[in-house]
């Protein structure tokens, strides 16, 4: 049999098959040049099926790729079933109960501001330091610190010697001045009758004048010893130990800051026992430099940031401006007094502080309450339809008491939120619309 010389050139030639010893298909054969030709058609032999080592490196790699792919996949089907990203919506009964209120947005002029900084110090107004105006031993000791106390509310009881004694000598008086009484009413009596001397009737009046004098001194010292009247007029007719105990009362409502006095302490007049607050107002006391003093006013709006609370702004106003410079810093004092209702800014808290001076061109702004911070965004929500809210990041500006201004995001005429944003925020956190934020 004649053996065809272009029979085995792939074999020669292919590495794979010289290594591993196979022979070209019968398919191949017949798709060779034939005897002679001198330009041999190329004979491209059937892939070879994979080796062991390399089935087995490609499995786990089509598996991780098909992992990945799936959740992707998945997350698109649900984002397209739930709606676009980024909206929250709503129903009328929903709207309602969450409180969503909108506005359009609108041009307005911020109020320009001074910039500076302060600190957090009491209401001096809203303040009083408890001391006792006789001398005596701490009993009792009823509010303890950070304790919330009314106005005429016991917060120290002191059981005093010196008063035990004016206690008794108004006693003794007291009951002195009912017999006398009831001695120039019967002289009275008797006169009338014809009975009783004129002079006698005269001595009876007399003593009953002398007693009245020297009770109301009596009753002077135990209103000096801090005694109210209502307390005077239910002391018992008998002396007993209660009639030598006395309280210290607040004079205002408001919260134990400091508590001075112990159990068994002896305390007087000079000894301030307690300290008590009304928070509801703090003053913001800050500086102000020379050169900008002609641009503020008293009464001027103002409002302050702290630290604890980045987000929140506390209005106020400025209620004082000092009449002199200080010579080294060239600064004049200033203060704001800052409604605290809700009892956040404490004593002592380091605070920025912005004065307004006046208005500036108007610009695109929106009220404070529809800014929501979501991480390191700042977002507000435009109504796109009745109960569709869409999630809006925005850049803002200037800052005035009640309204920010937009730079970018919100567009004049747009509705945006402006009560119930955080709820919607809220919302969308929730259902997993805004993921990469922080809620």
């Known amino acids: ?41 190329r004979v491209h032999a059937c892939s070879p099926p994979l080796p062991p080592f390399l089935r087995g490196l490609l499995a786990p790699t089509v598996l991780a790729l098909l992992l990945v792919a799936l959740p992707a996949v998945a997350g698109e089907i649900e984002g397209e079933a739930h709606g676009e990203f980024g909206v929250v919506v709503l129903s009328p009964a929903q709207v309602a109960a969450a ?63 010196p008063l035990g004694q004016a206690v008794a000598t108004y006693l003794e008086l007291r009951a002195e001045r009912a017999l006398a009484t009831t001695e120039e009413a019967r002289v009275a009596t008797l006169r009338a009758a014809g009975i009783a001397a004129a002079k006698r ?92 003093l002609s641009r503020l006013a008293i009464g001027a709006a103002g409002w302050v940031t ?21 010579e080294e810093t060239r600064t004049a004092r200033a203060r704001i007094v800052v409604t605290n209702a809700d009892h956040r800014l404490l ?22 309450a529809a800014v929501q911070r979501d991480g390191e965004e700042s977002i507000c ?13 925005v850049v803002l500006g200037a800052a005035g008491p009640d309204y920010v201004e937009i730079h970018s995001g919100l567009a004049e005429g747009e509705r945006v939120v402006t009560q119930g944003a955080f709820i919607l925020k809220s919302e969308l956190g929730k259902e997993g619309l805004g993921e990469g934020h922080e809620h």
């Open 381 to 393: 929500f435009v109504e796109e339809g009745p109960g569709h809210f869409e999630r809006r990041e």
């Open 306 to 326: 702290v630290a604890a609370y980045p987000n929140q702004r506390f209005p106020g106003r400025l209620d004082f401006l000092a009449r002199t410079v200080d």
């Open 99 to 161: 409180g969503i209120q909108v506005e359009a947005v609108t041009r307005r002029p911020l109020a320009q501001t001074l910039a500076a900084t302060g600190q957090v110090t009491l209401d001096r107004y809203r303040e009083v330091h408890l001391s006792p105006r006789v001398e005596g031993k701490v009993v009792r000791l009823v509010k303890r610190l950070g304790d919330r106390v009314q106005a005429g509310e016991p917060v120290i009881y002191l059981d005093s010697l």
């Open 201 to 292: 009737q005269s001595e009876a009046q007399a003593n009953l004048a002398r007693v009245e004098a020297r009770l109301d001194t009596a009753e002077e010292q135990l209103h000096l010893y801090g005694m109210t009247q209502d307390q005077i007029d239910e002391l018992a007719p008998h002396h007993d130990h209660s009639h030598s105990v006395i309280a210290l009362t607040s004079p205002i409502a408001g919260e134990v800051l400091a508590l001075h006095a112990t159990l068994g302490e002896q305390v007087g007049p000079e000894s301030a026992t307690a300290q008590i607050a009304d928070l509801s107002s703090v003053w913001v006391e800050t500086a102000v430099y020379e050169k900008d």
């Open 347 to 368: 004593p002592g808290m380091f605070a920025n502080v912005a004065i307004a001076i006046g208005a500036g061109a108007p610009v695109v702004a929106v009220p404070q």
């Open 1 to 41: 049999m004649k053996t065809d010389p272009h029979r085995f050139q792939n074999h020669e030639t292919d590495p794979w098959t010289a290594s591993h010893g196979a022979t070209p298909s019968r398919r191949t054969r017949r798709a060779g040049a034939m005897p002679g030709s001198p330009h041999p058609r």
